[in-house]
């Protein structure tokens, strides 16, 4: 299961950090990642990271002032992102599997668990 927390109004140029705790079965591999949709718009790859090895993936879109981490005490990962633009406004999704590498890291479909979503709106 996982849940996501943090979102809300950001002015453009702000940050944000977002949340994302998971509970339930645990796999000694998994890789959790972020993915946005901005109304009208399909659902997009943000960021992810393998559990294991930390080994992290950006899309280029938010590379160079977004940083996805884990937070293995609170079981958790995090989506800190800086210079925000009004485009970065959009409902962003934590997903998961319970594998590292492989193809499809990028793809909505290639994960199996999805948590609810949470708004972030950037104003300009």
């Known amino acids: 299961q996982l849940m996501e927390s943090g979102g809300g109004a950001v002015q453009a140029g702000g940050s944000l950090r977002l949340s994302c705790s998971f509970s339930?079965?645990?796999?000694?591999?998994?890789?959790l990642a972020w993915f946005r949709q901005a109304p009208g718009k399909e659902r997009e790859f943000v960021a992810a990271?393998?559990?294991?090895?930390?080994?992290?993936d950006y899309a280029d879109s938010v590379k160079g002032r977004s940083t996805i981490f884990r937070d293995n005490a609170e079981n958790s990962v995090i989506l800190r992102m800086f210079s925000l633009k009004p485009d970065d406004t959009a409902v962003y999704y934590c997903?998961?599997?319970?594998?590292?590498?492989?193809?499809?890291?990028?793809?909505?479909?290639?994960?199996?668990?999805w948590g609810p979503g949470t708004q972030v709106t950037v104003s300009s």
């Open positions: 990271i393998t559990w294991s090895r930390g080994a992290t």
């Open positions: 339930g079965r645990t796999y000694k591999e998994y890789t």
């Open positions: 997903t998961g599997r319970a594998y590292e590498g492989g193809p499809y890291a990028r793809e909505s479909y290639g994960y199996d668990y």
